[in-house]
């Protein structure tokens, strides 16, 4: 299923600083042993909720449940993944993803049926990923001071625009993505969206000129300048993609939730930079694993559903993820440092 | 009292938007329009309404970032509205501490006659409490309570262990002659001292029904997104159980969701607080929620009868005494099919 050989390292050629000799092959291997650990981790996470919770664990309306539970946050880690590969972060994602769900379910835009609710979705989406991207590539912002910024002001929009209320979706074919009948050979249309973000995300990260500048850009944005990418250019592009990602978990959650609230995706961006990171993302740029991030996303899925399961508490849920996000790291350098 | 006509569906079907299909739609027929600005149902005020001598209230509030919070704001305003003798000031809502303490003191520079504040932290601002009541400006205390009693003149709020209570009687009766009757809890945010006290009642009243058990509770965080995922594990973790109690009808939307997607219509529900779309699906009855209990938004109208009248030196019509009285604890009622016509008008949104 992964692939074995690495995403190549910086297209510029100067971004790895330890492989001088076997090139690809010790690369390969590392990039194999991150992706093995996070597999053993959720194999070791499904072994648990196994013998914990047989019955309701390993069941197939569990195995949808975790998969449509993590396909929101999911689409934004890709997202994000692209953002931090290239060197930057998007602390605004969760506010997008609130902003962009209001928006699209007032009453205005419900009145437009399905087609006003996604457009809407969307084009929000994509829009503070544009202001984002300006901001950050042509006004000279730094990534966390413009998205932090993105995040106060969408959130206070998207406060603006509910009242603070919730708004509830009355169109029946958005709703009826949610229910059990839409499900294509018992997967969840959810699951399937989630599905096809992740195959583009890794074509166009592992596969694309736009990938590989990505990963230039985060690890040495001034050599990539020199080999003549337009920097500024892929920046810009950058925030827009993690704005469209916003725009799509947005669509994904009114689905799911069957309202807009200001409140929607509180906390989108500790979730998704976290699951990044497990997945081995370097937070400095220029490494960037779409493989990874997902699996750091069902990793941290799976862990709240087996606790939901055994009926522990929440205090207990965040204690248990941070010790994962903290064990996870400390794997992942110890891996990194010994192959 | 006559039962108020749907006029949230028949908007609904005027502004063309899927009426139709919001029968499907677990909760009801709420669409978003904007019909609720009305104020509470209940027009008589605490204390005795003759027109007096003016009284200037500071109104001092958290963010109104959900609904019982606007209807809150909204309670206030518009009984405010129905005095002539009445000037509210009203500050922006804010959950920063030192904001909301710079407002009050704001209001205190003003010299409004009497305070109304509920704060975002009553312990963190008890001390502007305080300082009100030394400069001579009694203060309302609305909900949230402060830690000293010399903070305010008179407390009026909720009862979240009576809310608790409520639920759990309720539930206790409905399921009292079902042989190991098994009940869950989805509580609300789990870091608020007032989650913990309704689900002390619950776990209290239920006690007298040694028949039923509480099999699970999992603590979501009062919003739409965290009752609809909450929920689903919840219902994915408890194969059979005959009644839930959810502490707050706006993750209940949510929670509703989940169940609806689940397949699931094999237990009772009872919610918390009092939101419109869950008084619009107790009436309707075409789903698992049977019941709300009350955490009523209309505390804020007497806040302000109770303000006026410490303002005017009246006691509070119909009691004895001759001031208003120093604590005023709601009564958390449960509002089901019978009673829900009654009640339909103070739902918030």
């Known amino acids: 299923m992964t692939q074995p050989v690495s995403p190549p390292r910086g297209g510029t050629g100067q971004a790895s600083p330890v492989s001088e000799l076997p090139a690809w092959r010790s690369l390969a291997a590392r990039a194999d042993v991150r992706t093995l650990s996070l597999l053993g981790v959720l194999a070791a996470l499904v072994v648990i909720g196994g013998i914990t919770k047989p019955d309701e664990f390993l069941d197939t309306r569990n195995l949808q449940l975790v998969l449509t539970q993590a396909s929101v946050i999911g689409v934004v880690t890709v997202g994000m993944t692209f953002v931090i590969t290239s060197g930057g972060i998007d602390l605004s994602v969760g506010a997008i993803v609130a902003l962009a769900s209001v928006w699209a379910t007032t009453v205005a835009t419900q009145e437009y049926g399905f087609a006003g609710i996604l457009f809407t979705a969307m084009i929000v989406g994509v829009g503070c990923g544009l202001v984002n991207g300006l901001l950050i590539a042509y006004g000279g912002l730094v990534p966390f001071i413009a998205t932090l910024a993105m995040l106060a002001s969408a959130r ?3 406060l603006q625009i509910t009242d603070g209320r919730t708004q509830i979706v009355t169109v029946d074919t958005v709703l009826k993505l949610g229910e059990r009948d839409s499900y294509l050979l018992g997967i969840p249309p959810l699951v399937l969206v989630f599905a096809v973000v992740t195959v583009i995300g890794w074509l166009i990260l592992n596969r694309t000129t736009f990938g590989r500048r990505t990963v230039a850009v985060g690890g040495n ?35 799911l939730s069957g309202s807009g609230q200001n409140t929607n995706g509180n906390l989108y961006e500790l979730d998704a930079i ?11 740029g220029g490494r960037g694993t779409i493989t ?48 | ?57 500071g109104f001092a509030g958290p963010q109104a970032d959900h609904g019982w919070l606007n209807a809150i704001n909204d309670n206030a305003k518009s009984r405010a509205k129905k005095y002539g003798d009445v000037t509210l000031e009203i500050t922006e809502g804010s959950n920063d501490t030192a904001a909301q303490i710079g407002q009050i003191e704001t209001l205190i520079n003003k010299k409004v006659d009497v305070l109304v504040v509920l704060p975002a932290d009553g312990k963190a601002l008890t ?18 309570i402060f830690n000293s009693p010399q903070a305010y003149r008179c407390w009026i709020g909720g009862d979240n262990y009576g809310m608790g209570l409520s639920a759990g009687r309720y539930i206790g009766e409905k399921l009292k002659d079902k042989p190991n009757a098994r009940v869950v809890e989805l509580a609300g945010l789990d870091n608020l001292e007032l989650t913990k006290q309704r689900t002390q009642g619950f776990d209290a009243a239920l006690k007298n029904y040694p028949n039923i058990r509480k099999v699970a509770r999992q603590a979501a965080e009062f919003t739409v997104e965290s009752g609809q995922s909450k929920m689903a594990q919840l219902l994915q973790a408890q194969s059979r159980f005959d009644a839930l109690w959810n502490h707050d ?9 989940a169940i609806k997607q689940a397949g699931r219509d094999d237990f009772l529900m009872v919610g918390g607080a009092g939101a419109l779309s869950a008084f619009q699906a107790i009436k309707a009855d075409d789903g698992v929620l ?49 009673n829900v016509g009654q009640y339909m008008s103070t739902g918030f949104r």
């Open chain 2, 290 to 338: 049977k019941a709300t209990v009350l955490y009523p938004p209309t505390m804020a109208a007497s806040a302000i009868d109770l303000a006026r009248a410490l303002g005017q030196g009246k006691g509070v019509g119909g009691l004895a005494e001759f001031e208003i009285p120093a604590s005023l604890t709601l009564y958390s009622a449960v509002v089901d099919k019978d």
């Open chain 2, 127 to 144: 001390q502007v409490g305080l300082k009100a009541m030394r400069a001579g400006i009694p203060v309302v205390n609305l909900d949230r």
């Open chain 1, 156 to 158: 206070g929009l998207a």
């Open chain 2, 249 to 257: 009808d706006d993750q209940g939307v949510g929670a509703l969701r």
């Open chain 1, 274 to 284: 976290a699951a990044a990171i497990i997945g081995g993302t370097l937070l400095s």
């Open chain 1, 292 to 339: 990874g991030s997902v699996l750091g996303v069902l990793i941290f899925t799976t862990i709240t559903d087996i606790f939901a399961l055994n009926n522990l508490q929440s205090d207990v849920q965040q204690i248990a993820k941070g010790a994962i996000i903290v064990a996870a790291v400390l794997v992942q350098r110890r891996t990194a440092s010994t192959t």
């Open chain 2, 1 to 57: 009292m006559p039962e108020p006509t749907p006029v949230t569906s028949r908007r609904g079907l005027l502004f063309g938007t899927a009426a139709v299909s919001a029968g499907a739609l677990l909760v009801g027929c709420t669409s978003n329009d904007t019909t609720s600005e009305k104020p509470a149902a209940n027009d008589r005020s605490a204390a005795d309404d003759k027109p007096g001598k003016h009284v200037t209230i």
């Open chain 1, 221 to 255: 944005a001034e050599a990539a300048r020199l080999a003549g990418i337009d920097v500024r250019r892929q920046r810009l592009y950058l925030y827009l993609l993690s704005g469209l990602c916003c725009g799509i978990a947005a669509f994904l959650l009114i689905i």
